[in-house]
């Protein structure tokens, strides 16, 4: 089980945020340590610390027990990606994910080694992955416990990775530019049905609230 130092507590300084060249400022939590650019296909370790699935996959050791790569803590299993952080990126920074899928995916075909492919469409507040076999990656359980009722409740999500609930939002973007607006049911926990408050990642990718486990 992953640490509650995970998806929910990012970016708290507003001066936390880079502009990766694509009109969009992305908050220094949801930048990869590892390779500087915003995550992709996330990665929650056990110690609570976010990378990109391939960072995370090359920095395994195939014999022994391998460390994060941030903090050196050590760990046995490969963690299922994260869909909920996953999707939440893909709304919040829609040009620079898009760019960062079409960077990866030409890696992985000259490598002809991919990682799991997940389909929007399956995704409601956690979804299904489809696990490519070359990635050797354990799939993303799906049950219904975690499906979530839709809300009209939005997360205004600022530039430094700050929540604030509105109600009966449907825009995605401030026309500023300087936050997003992602559904309420995006970030619910499937056992409370509440926000997630000190989100705890576990090793299968789902997303609780730290006293629901």
């Known amino acids: 089980m992953s640490s509650s130092n995970s998806p929910s507590a990012m970016g708290n300084n507003p001066s936390d945020c880079v502009d990766n060249?694509?009109?969009?400022?992305?908050?220094?939590?949801?930048?990869?340590?590892?390779?500087?650019?915003?995550?992709?296909?996330?990665?929650?370790?056990?110690c609570?610390?976010?990378?990109?699935?391939?960072?995370v996959h090359k920095s395994m050791d195939g014999l022994r027990e391998s460390h994060c790569p941030i903090c050196r803590n050590p760990y046995h299993h490969f963690p299922t990606i994260c869909e909920m952080l996953h999707f939440?990126?893909?709304?919040?920074?829609?040009?620079?994910?898009?760019r960062r899928a079409?960077?990866?995916?030409?890696?992985?075909?000259?490598?002809?080694?991919?990682?799991?492919?997940?389909?929007?469409k399956e995704h409601n507040g956690i979804g299904k992955s489809k696990i490519s076999?070359?990635?050797?990656?354990p799939p993303t359980m799906d049950s219904s416990p975690c499906r979530v009722d839709e809300s009209k409740d939005c997360l205004?999500?600022?530039?430094?990775?700050?929540a604030v609930?509105?109600?009966?939002?449907?825009?995605?973007?401030?026309?500023?530019?300087?936050?997003?607006?992602i559904p309420v049911a995006d970030v619910l926990c499937p056992a409370c049905n509440q926000i997630l408050f000190r989100p705890a990642v576990l090793n299968c990718g789902h997303v609780y609230c730290e006293a629901c486990i």
């Open 48 to 55: 609570g610390h976010v990378s990109c699935f391939w960072c």
């Open 156 to 162: 205004k999500v600022g530039i430094n990775g700050s």
């Open 165 to 181: 609930v509105e109600e009966n939002s449907s825009s995605t973007m401030n026309p500023d530019r300087q936050c997003r607006e």
């Open 88 to 98: 939440l990126l893909l709304k919040m920074y829609p040009v620079a994910y898009k």
């Open 102 to 120: 079409e960077q990866i995916l030409e890696e992985e075909k000259r490598m002809d080694c991919f990682s799991p492919d997940i389909d929007a």
């Open 133 to 137: 076999q070359n990635a050797n990656t």
């Open 21 to 46: 060249g694509d009109e969009e400022t992305i908050a220094d939590s949801f930048v990869c340590c590892v390779c500087l650019d915003l995550l992709y296909k996330p990665i929650v370790l056990g």
